[in-house]
Structures are given as C-alpha cells and as structure tokens.
C-alpha cells in the first residue's frame, strides 16, 4: 500500500529542528559567496562526502563551521525559508524550531541579525504556506552560565516573539545543572523550557533535566530507556520525546534504523514524536525521519497517526490550535 503517501498527507508538526542544521551545501556555497566568505570545501559533493560523524562532537564542529557563511538578517530569512519549503512539502503545519544566537554573536553577528532574518522567514512560510511556528533559543552548553544570562539579556528586546529556552551541543560534561539559574530566571520571565538530555549523557542527566530545568518537553531522552523508573515517571507525567531517529543513526548513538527504539517508546507509553535535528547534515527531513522508521521497524498506519498526533499535543500552541490541526 501506499504508506509514503500516507506519511506524507499526514499533518505533523517538528518538534527538534535546529535552524542552522538545515543549511544545504547549495545554499552554504551561495551565502559564501554573495558575503565574501571562503569555506574549506571545493564543492558541494566534498561538503556531503565530509558528513560521515562516529559522535555527537564530530558533528558539532562541522556544524559550527557550516553556520559561518550566515552573515545578514536575508541569509537568516532565506534559510528558515528554505526548510519551512521542505517542511510543508512533508507535510508540517506547525514546526517549533531552534536556533543557537550564540553561535553568531561569538563571531560579531547581533543577536537581532538572526532574530529578525528568521521571524521574517517565519512569516513569510505562514503566508506562503499556512505554516505556522515558534521560535525556542537554544543556549550553548558547552558554554558557561554567564554566557548564557548575557544571551538571555540580549534577547530581551524579542521575549515576545520567543516562545521558550532550549539548552544543546555537547551533552556529556556540561549537565543541566550547569544551567540551573538561567532556566529559572526563563521560567520567570513565561518562557517555555526544553533540554536536550540523554542524547549521548546518561540517565541522571534526564532526572536534572526534569528536577532543575522544570523541561516542558524533553529532547531526544533516548538513554532514558536505561531505567525503568524513569520511563514510568516520564510516561505518567506525559512527557514529550523529541525523538530523531536518523540523527541518532548518523551519531552512532544507534547502531541502525532496524533497531531503532521508537516503537518501544510508544509501546512503554512515552508520547514519542519523529523530528530531523540537523536535515542537512543527517540526511533526510521529517518525511524521511517518518518513512525510515516505518520501514526500518514495520510500523503499521496506527503508531504513524499516534506519532504524528503525538507532534500536536506536544507541541506549545493552545488547546483549541491543537485542535484545529488535529
Ligand atoms: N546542536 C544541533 N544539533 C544537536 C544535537 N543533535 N545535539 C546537541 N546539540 C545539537
Ligand atoms: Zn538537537
């Protein structure tokens, strides 16, 4: 039967997309060019060919490399519209995407230059498309607290049109404890809070994650599984898991999509949803998330509606949005 047409007609919203992560080598090639910058690679087949990443950290840092050629609020417009055009041909109606300003006001670039160019984007994929989203700030963990406050700081000016605090990059040594202060002083201020938490760090570092940072939505949490308690207390709370498998596979964190644990999840009772994190660098959008699962672990047409469903309820819009996507 025709699943990918299923997948695809199915409305889902992306929960774990990392703005920067959804740069093309074609789009890199043209933003380095149209601001003068030069990037270590010859082509765009050289550039996917350099993709091939045995953790977490291999990636991190061709992906800070990457985010290089965003100079100017049109890069940052362009590319969100670039991914909410991908987005929509799969079948997003809602996406609630991340970006890193640190990454960009460490090399000079203002908080407000990234914050205008994909709010622009955003509205314009509303327009264009009738696809709505959220905009989640993303600290740098391996980054230290201060850092993150002065980031929280310069946001001000956009707290408005922030809908909540995210924490990534490299989990394992920089806990959410580390973080503690400056998830409290965002709770203060009505922001939404979301961890990336046992992505490649252990168990405990979910357990803080829920304890210090209060996560309204938990990142990844695969290495929960580790402990059953844990899953019984993300289960019976209705925690959502931002789940990406195929990221997990490019990370080494899975061995292969065969033997992905997205339908243990479900079967545990954990309200697990499909995201692509970096599409760019991983090798597929959600559509390609979705169908890789489907296929790599048999699912059948109910755990693909209860994934996609999954998306709305965990997502950050009201009841009666919720609804309307439904
Ligand atoms: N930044 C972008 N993608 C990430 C991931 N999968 N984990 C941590 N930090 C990230
Ligand atoms: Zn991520």
């Given at each position: 039967?025709?699943?990918?047409?299923?997948?695809?007609?199915?409305?889902?919203?992306?929960?774990?997309?990392?703005?920067?992560?959804?740069?093309?080598?074609?789009?890199?090639?043209?933003?380095?060019?149209?601001?003068?910058?030069?990037?270590?690679?010859?082509?765009?087949?050289?550039?996917?060919?350099?993709?091939?990443?045995?953790?977490?950290?291999?990636?991190?840092?061709?992906?800070?490399?990457?985010?290089?050629?965003?100079?100017?609020?049109?890069?940052?417009?362009?590319?969100?519209?670039?991914?909410?055009?991908?987005?929509?041909?799969?079948?997003?109606?809602h996406a609630e995407i991340f970006f890193d300003p640190q990454t960009h006001t460490h090399r000079g670039i203002p908080f407000g230059v990234a914050a205008n160019g994909l709010l622009a984007g955003m509205a314009e994929a509303e327009a264009k498309h009738g696809l709505t989203s959220k905009l989640i700030l993303c600290f740098l963990r391996h980054l230290d607290e201060d850092d993150a406050f002065r980031t929280l700081t310069q946001a001000q000016p956009w707290i408005d049109r922030i809908a909540g605090v995210g924490l990534d990059s490299s989990e394992v040594g920089h806990p959410p404890s580390k973080f503690q202060r400056v998830f409290d002083a965002a709770g203060a201020m009505g922001l939404k809070r979301v961890?990336?938490?046992?992505?490649?760090?252990?168990?405990?570092?979910?357990?803080?994650?829920?304890?210090?940072?209060?996560?309204?939505?938990?990142?990844?949490?695969?290495?929960?599984?580790?402990?059953?308690?844990?899953?019984?207390?993300?289960?019976?709370?209705?925690?959502?898991?931002?789940?990406?498998?195929?990221?997990?596979?490019?990370?080494?964190?899975?061995?292969?999509?065969?033997?992905?644990?997205?339908?243990?999840?479900?079967?545990?009772?954990l309200r697990a949803t499909v995201n692509s994190d970096d599409p760019a660098y991983f090798g597929g959008y959600i559509g390609d998330n979705y169908r890789a699962v489907a296929r790599g672990r048999g699912l059948g047409r109910d755990a693909i509606v209860t994934l996609a469903r999954n998306s709305f309820l965990g997502s950050f819009l009201a009841d009666d949005a919720v609804a309307a996507h439904l």
């Open positions: 039967d025709d699943l990918d047409g299923f997948i695809a007609g199915l409305p889902k919203a992306e929960l774990h997309l990392h703005i920067e992560g959804s740069l093309e080598p074609e789009l890199m090639f043209a933003l380095a060019s149209r601001n003068g910058v030069e990037i270590p690679f010859k082509s765009v087949e050289e550039v996917r060919a350099a993709y091939e990443f045995s953790n977490l950290q291999d990636f991190l840092d061709i992906y800070y490399a990457g985010a290089n050629v965003l100079r100017t609020e049109e890069d940052f417009r362009d590319l969100a519209v670039a991914y909410f055009d991908r987005a929509a041909a799969d079948g997003v109606t961890a990336h938490a046992g992505e490649e760090g252990p168990p405990e570092y979910v357990r803080e994650a829920l304890d210090l940072l209060h996560i309204d939505r938990l990142d990844h949490g695969n290495r929960s599984l580790e402990d059953p308690q844990l899953v019984t207390r993300l289960a019976r709370g209705g925690m959502t898991l931002t789940v990406c498998p195929l990221s997990n596979v490019k990370l080494c964190n899975v061995a292969s999509i065969d033997v992905h644990p997205i339908d243990r999840m479900l079967k545990l009772g």
